[in-house]
């Protein structure tokens, strides 16, 4: 449920490029994900863990590129203009080398290879300390607080969306000491008003592909609030909003095709019409890629 409810906030804040919509989606979507990988994470064997994400991962991530590559290959051209990338081989560098070097329709391809590599990194550190409450954490989470906004004020430049892996890496533990904290009804108004900061514009939005977390912790903290609220209205809502978690399942491939939709379709569609689409077609190759098994070990 949590995921459907991110990824159309995903979908919602790259159609509204400006604005306070954009702004409000922005100061929780991505670090929603974060936060649920590491809500859902379980220590495990390092070494078999690590070749499951490079494999399980990168796979997919290489053949929705080449996908998108080839199509805009075909679409631009139609349209009387150059594809983005037209220099070969030149361009196989920045296309190698992803992160801050896709733009366009490959703009959300950060996302992944910094989420597997966090992902990585937090196992590595919970295989040794499983419980997130273990008091030995605080050796690494204050270095990776300090790496995490310190890269960032420093540098845009992001190979494979990797600058923003120290933020991930403090959300997935975030994400993990959750299941250990009993809920109290009266944290939904600290939480709210925390929430309500971001959302409301009080306090400076995200940007985590270009390691921008606006205000040191608090922005970080709105967007932490906001997640928190809406896993738990997930929960109250999961009998009856049902095609929402239908989305969550399609999430990875409606966050790896949404952006080139409205990517070619903007010039022609309003608003509405590309976030429908934005999020229909996405969900209609993810149930066509499941039902092809040859499709489904590639893509999914």
């Known amino acids: 449920m949590a995921r459907g409810i991110g990824i159309c906030a995903v979908v919602v804040g790259h159609v509204w490029t400006r604005g306070d919509l954009r702004d409000a989606m922005y100061s929780f979507h991505m670090p929603l994900f974060f936060l649920l990988s590491g809500l859902l994470s379980r220590p495990h064997p390092v070494g078999s863990f690590t070749r499951r994400q490079l494999i399980g991962q990168m796979r997919p991530y290489a053949a929705f590129l080449a996908l998108l590559i080839l199509i ?34 490959y703009t959300i391809f950060w996302f992944v290879p910094c989420l597997m ?94 390691g921008d977390y606006g205000w040191p912790v608090l922005s970080m903290g709105s967007a932490v609030a906001t997640s928190l609220l809406i896993f738990r209205l997930s929960a109250l809502i999961a009998p009856y909003v049902a095609p929402l978690a239908t989305i969550g399942r399609a999430s990875l491939v409606i966050m790896y095709l949404h952006v080139a939709i409205i990517h070619y379709g903007a010039p022609y569609l309003g608003k509405v ?28």
């Open 273 to 300: 019409w590309l976030l429908m689409l934005a999020l229909l077609v996405p969900f209609a190759a993810y149930h066509l890629l499941r039902a092809w098994p040859p499709a489904r070990r590639i893509f999914l």
């Open 117 to 210: 590599a966090g992902r990585i990194l937090f196992n590595l550190a919970s295989s040794r300390w499983s419980d997130p409450l273990d008091w030995r954490w605080g050796y690494i989470i204050l270095p990776m607080l300090l790496l995490a906004y310190g890269l960032g004020q420093v540098t845009q430049i992001s190979p494979l969306g990797l600058l923003t892996v120290p933020m991930a890496f403090l959300l997935l533990w975030a994400g993990a000491i959750w299941p250990h904290i009993r809920w109290r009804r009266w944290w939904v108004v600290p939480l709210g008003a925390l929430a309500l900061a971001g959302l409301a514009g009080f306090v400076p939005t995200l940007n985590m592909k270009a």
């Open 72 to 105: 805009d290959q075909i679409v631009e051209p139609m349209k009387g203009g150059w594809p983005i990338f037209h220099s070969w081989p030149d361009d196989l560098l920045p296309i190698l080398l992803g992160g801050s070097w896709l733009r366009g329709p």
